[in-house]
């Protein structure tokens, strides 16, 4: 068995052949999505059947896979998953607003294949999505991962053709990032399993999503006198049967949709009160922990701190600077809050979390500020330094996720 609490500079099939079978209780991985990411050579296709069928036997029966991918290539990722022997549970998509849409311009190409010089009328720079200045984000990159201004010329079409296909391109924005759920096939039925194993089913529990239950809107389970028996009975759980049943303290069912809270995300839910409506500074506080749900703390501009807001029960932003610690050149990290979630989705306490590509140590990082143990695996020795800088930052750091909210 490899040594636990430790990333290995090396193949992740390395590492897994010197585990035991059965060794891990669980998988938590953003491999590569096999889209030759500026021009990574380590992403240029997705993990093969023959990774994934390591990884099933090293997991004990009933344990999780939890594999992130792309949205061209997850039918790849989650084919080669199945044909390792997993059984594929269901889909996690994590939404965000940020991402840049990597589109061939066809009335630029249509003028540059005719050797047509067309006019600048204006620029990008400090627009949405497109600002090069020192303290915003910076989301224009070349095939080094460096910031370009080449692309940031507003020009006018020269040709008819051109004009003609104005405003045409090849590429949606992308917005989000699906998340495989696969596991292990079960020995007996799935009681049996976690008798014997501890794996097979997933913490609803701890991973319910937070309410309010003395501010929040009863159509999102609050409202209720949870001092006394007499329970919130105001949401149907478990089905629409006609009949209500009580709410739950422990907040919402989790759901296989989480998002990073941006603008253009949020005004996709429904405009009921407080649905979407941002904070103005005149409603009651009332404070609750951070994580990936259940924000209560009110910051004025932010939706998420609106205790009404449906969008709150899937929400969870994208890593921050500070997040991503100094110096880190990755250019895929993953929110820690969106890690210690999903590893204690699919991992009992305490348990044995592996992360064949470690990447930059956020599924790391996660069991270490949830309690988990971790073994990792990153062929680039880069980014294995990377992630023992950032493990270290926040050992003894408190958990971004609480089971649930403070009354």
Known sequence: MTEPNRIHAEDCLETMRRMEDEAVDSIVTDPPYGLSFMGKHWDHGVPSAEVWVECLRVLKPGGHLLAFAGTRTQHRMATAIEDAGFEIRDMIAWVYGSGFPKSLDVSKAIDKAAGAEREVVGSKLGQPGYSLSK???RNIYNADGRSSEVECAITAPSTEAA??????????????????????????????????????????????????PKVDDPRLGGKGDWSSDKMAKNI???????????????????????????EEVVERFPKQAGASAPVRGTEPSTPAPNGIYGVYDRHVGQFYGDSGSASRFFYCAKASRS???????????????????????????????????????????????????FVGSELQQEYKEIAERRIAHWQGAPTLFTQAVSL
């Open 135 to 137: 303290d915003k984000g």
């Open 163 to 212: 004009k003609q296909w104005q405003g045409w391109g090849t590429a949606l924005k992308p917005a989000l990032e699906p998340i495989t759920v696969a596991r292990k096939p079960l020995i007996g039925t799935v009681a049996a399993n976690v008798l014997a194993h501890g794996t097979g089913a997933i913490n609803v529990d701890g991973c319910r999503v937070g309410i309010n």
């Open 236 to 262: 149907y759980e478990g089905g629409y049967s006609g009949k209500r049943v009580g709410s739950s303290i422990l907040g919402r069912w989790p759901a296989n949709l989480i998002h990073d809270g941006s």
């Open 323 to 373: 997040e991503r610690g100094e110096s880190n050149s990755h250019p895929t990290v993953k929110p820690i809050a969106l890690m210690e979630y999903l590893v204690r989705l699919v991992t009992p306490p305490g348990g044995l979390v592996y992360d064949p590509f470690a990447g930059s140590g956020s599924t790391a990082i996660a069991c270490v500020k949830g309690g988990f143990q």
